[in-house]
T-cell receptor, first 111, second 114 residues
C-alpha cells in the first residue's frame, strides 16, 4: 500500500483565496518531504521541501507545515492565482533515495 | 524547463513489443531516477542509478530494465509489453546519490500499448 496520501482528490478555490492542500504519511521514519506541482502534459515541478527536524518552511507564496505527531503535511498557497491550477503531490523520502508519492490533489482556481 | 530531457515524447506500440526510453539528466547531475505514472497507481518509483551504478529498485517489473551510461544518460527498456504498461514514464535527476536532494523531472514519455 501507499505510505503517502492526500486527503482530498480535488480542491476548488477563488482567485485571491488562500489554498491549503493536505497530506498524510504513514512512515514515521521518513525524514524528508517535498511538494511537487504537475501541470497538464508536464513533469512534476518542485515547489518546496522540508526536513523532519523542521515544523515549517516558507517560500514565495507557499508554506509547508509538518506535524510529526500526527504524521501530517500541508501546503499553503497564499493569494492563489489561476496559474496555480495543477495537480499537487506530496512525496516522502525513505532510505535516502526513492521518493514515494501520494495520489495528488487537483487544485482548480477560478477567477 | 528543468534541464532534464526525455525522448521520445510519445510512443505507440503493440503488445509483446519492446521499447527503449531515453533520458538525459541535468548537466552535472549524477543520479537518474525512473518513475511510472498511471491513472490508478499514481507516480511509482521504478529504479535509481547513480554515476552508472544501480542504487535502488522500486516497483519495477522483471520485464523492465534500465542502465546509465558513462555520459550519464539513462535508458529504460520495456519488453513483452502489455496493455497495462501504458503510462507516462518520467525520469528525474539530482546532483547526488540520495538524501535530501530535490529531484528535477523531465517532461515524460507517454507510452501507449495497443
Amino acid at each position: 500500500g501507499e505510505s503517502v496520501g492526500l486527503h482530498l482528490p480535488t480542491l476548488s478555490v477563488q482567485e485571491g483565496d488562500n489554498s491549503i492542500i493536505n497530506c498524510a504519511y504513514s512512515n514515521s521514519a521518513s525524514d524528508y518531504f517535498i511538494w511537487y506541482k504537475q501541470e497538464s502534459g508536464k513533469g512534476p515541478q518542485f515547489i518546496i521541501d522540508i526536513r523532519s527536524n523542521m515544523d515549517k518552511r516558507q517560500g514565495q507564496r507557499v508554506t509547508v507545515l509538518l506535524n510529526k505527531t500526527v504524521k501530517h503535511l500541508s501546503l499553503q498557497i497564499a493569494a492563489t492565482q489561476p496559474g496555480d491550477s495543477a495537480v499537487y503531490f506530496c512525496a516522502e523520502n525513505q532510505a535516502g533515495t526513492a521518493l514515494i508519492f501520494g495520489k495528488g490533489t487537483t487544485l482548480s482556481v477560478s477567477s | 524547463d528543468s534541464g532534464v530531457t526525455q525522448t521520445p515524447k510519445h510512443l505507440i506500440t503493440a503488445t509483446g513489443q519492446r521499447v527503449t526510453l531515453r533520458c538525459s539528466p541535468r548537466s552535472g547531475d549524477l543520479s537518474v531516477y525512473w518513475y511510472q505514472q498511471s491513472l490508478d497507481q499514481g507516480l511509482q518509483f521504478l529504479i535509481h542509478y547513480y554515476n552508472g551504478e544501480e542504487r535502488a529498485k522500486g516497483n519495477i517489473l522483471e520485464r523492465f530494465s534500465a542502465q546509465q551510461f558513462p555520459d550519464l544518460h539513462s535508458e529504460l527498456n520495456l519488453s513483452s509489453l502489455e496493455l497495462g504498461d501504458s503510462a507516462l514514464y518520467f525520469c528525474a535527476s539530482s546532483p547526488a546519490g540520495g538524501g535530501y536532494n530535490e529531484q528535477f523531472f523531465g517532461p515524460g514519455t507517454r507510452l501507449t500499448v495497443l
